[in-house]
């Protein structure tokens, strides 16, 4: 019996068209039929849950530009690399507010960054909000995949984030399993605390293509499992009935027959399926810079390659959601 269609996630709302976790990169998001959205969340200096890829802002924030804020320019540490910008940490809500979005990436979408400027930050309430709203004004229900970013490292700024995202989600009147939620993060252990508080989600663990989790690695250095070993049937043993699924790099999925084609039979997702575990993929992008060598065509790194073909082999693998940066293209995609 073949599956359904997978889910359609819109990562980070539309940024294929409009700065990422902008209010308006939401909103057509919405407009264009996913299924969800993805906001990532870091933390202010108050404690605020920031909609933001990462807690260093000077490539989607005009921060840099704000001379009240140079003197908060410093280089710190996260999750084993050493990074020079401005944090979230470092502001307060109030003044994180004031910030304005920023396409991350200009020269690969030129068109994306006319909308420099224009809209403020959100925190993970407001957001929320918007989805609430956006699921009655379309008529049909608009799911949240909320990425939690950075737990271990916030933990050692004095944050139990695992606390702030309950609390920010009960507030919402997110927390009880009435509205579709997911929450997926790359280190468990933020993902066990949550279940432990009570939240009603879907749990997703988020797996790199190589690498350890920064949370195992803390605790157990080079004895930890890497994310290589999760992903084989001994490691997604130990996750079936824990969480719902996994959430892997499209190049697990993309990985190369013998004769060096990408044939989509990656064993992780039948493994996965065959222990109860849904399989999601990041990030299906058209443009030529982040399709696999095989699947780029002619006019530079910005234009659009053999994506469809690309995709062919993702859908092909039997996903459970995709995590798209153009929803209009995915939606056309993915769903029969």
Known sequence: MPRPSPLVIGHRGAPGYRPEHSRSSYALAFEMGVDAVEPDVVVSADGVLVVRHENEISGT?????RPEFA?????????????????TEDFTWEELATLRC????????????????????MRLAELLGQVRAASLEHGREIGVVLEIKHATYFASLGW??????????????????????????????????????GIRAAYVYLLEASGRPFDLFTAQGEQALTYAQTATPAGLDGLAGRVDGISID????????RLGRPSGRSRVVADAHE??????????????????????????????????AEWGVIRDADVDGVFVDHPDLGVAFFRP
Not at 103 to 112: A, N
């Open 275 to 308: 222990r109860g575990l849904r399989v999601f993929t990041w990030t299906c992008r058209p443009e030529n810079r982040f399709l696999i060598g095989q699947f780029r065509g002619r006019g530079g790194p910005a234009a659009f390659g053999d994506w469809e």
């Open 71 to 87: 003197d908060r320019r410093t280089t710190k540490t996260v999750d084993g690399v050493e990074l020079s910008g401005w944090f």
């Open 102 to 121: 920023r396409e991350r990436i200009p020269k690969l979408r030129p068109s994306s960054a006319t909308f420099d400027d224009e809209q403020p930050v």
């Open 250 to 257: 499209k190049r697990m999925i993309l990985a190369p027959d």
């Open 160 to 197: 139990d984030v695992a606390a702030l995202v309950a609390a920010e989600l009960r507030a919402a009147g997110w927390a009880a399993g009435e509205l579709p939620l997911t929450i997926e993060s790359f280190e468990s252990t933020v993902i066990f605390a949550l279940q432990e508080r």
């Open 61 to 65: 924030t005009d921060v840099a530009d």
